[in-house]
């Protein structure tokens, strides 16, 4: 029983309930910092350790939360957490916590922490809630580096530029020249190529979603209930 219910947090997470394609939470940051997958990777690991430790610590006291008042206690335990990883990337990738900028601070705003924290963690044991924010920030995690390497290699014709940011030195060697461009492209490097991208990813989806459901209901109308027939003699 328990297995089921990690194996549908981790679905939901995924695809069914992923807090960019479907729930569309987030997308500030999410269309403005994906120019590089460099800093889409940054705001998506920094998104997925305040989802995990905001939804370990509202389900831990979530027993001594009024409900008057369980929003702004929300607010603060997301603010301490985004505070924290605010200064460990000043501290330990400061290229990279440059780069993001105003964004950075902003996760303490972002929906689909407040709505996890809200929706599932408030209401569940603490295991649960680690994997059910662990599973939404891969999530949207992932939507950041798929989004960030469509604009980077339409943009600028590269891959993983500026991964020496989060990375560190070593890293500068994981830049991959795809294309070569004269100059860039701009309409996907600023936020309006973001936006069209960001289109072309859910209509993706929505795609996928309504192949996998038409197939399921052909199997259904194919299969053929068999009744064992008792004659009295």
Request: net charge neutral.
């Amino acid at each position: 029983m328990l297995n089921a219910e990690y194996k549908e947090l981790a679905i939901q997470g995924l695809w069914k309930n992923n807090p960019g394609l479907v729930q569309l939470l987030g997308l500030c940051p999410l269309l403005a910092v994906t120019g590089t997958v460099a800093n889409a990777l940054g705001l998506g690991l920094a998104t997925l350790l305040v989802l995990i430790c905001s939804n370990v610590t509202v389900s831990a006291i979530r027993h001594w939360v009024p409900k008057e008042i369980r929003i702004p206690i929300f607010v603060l335990i997301i603010a301490a957490f985004v505070t924290c990883v605010q200064l460990l990337m000043n501290a330990y990738t400061f290229g990279l916590y440059q780069s993001l900028g105003i964004f950075l601070p902003l996760i303490v705003t972002n929906c689909a922490i407040i709505g996890r924290a809200e929706a599932y963690a408030s209401k569940n044991p603490v295991k649960q809630a680690a994997f059910d924010g662990f599973m939404m920030g891969i999530g949207f995690a992932l939507v950041l580096v798929v989004l960030g390497a469509i604009r980077e290699i339409l943009g600028q014709g590269t891959l993983f530029d500026g991964a020496h940011l989060l990375l560190g030195d070593w890293a500068s060697s994981l830049r991959i020249e795809v294309m070569q461009f004269d100059s860039q492209f701009l309409l996907a490097i600023l936020p309006p190529g973001a936006f069209i991208a960001m289109g072309f990813l859910i209509a993706i989806k929505n795609a996928i979603d309504a192949k996998m459901k038409k197939a399921q209901v052909n199997t259904h109308d194919g299969t053929i209930e068999r009744v064992r027939v008792n004659f009295d003699s």
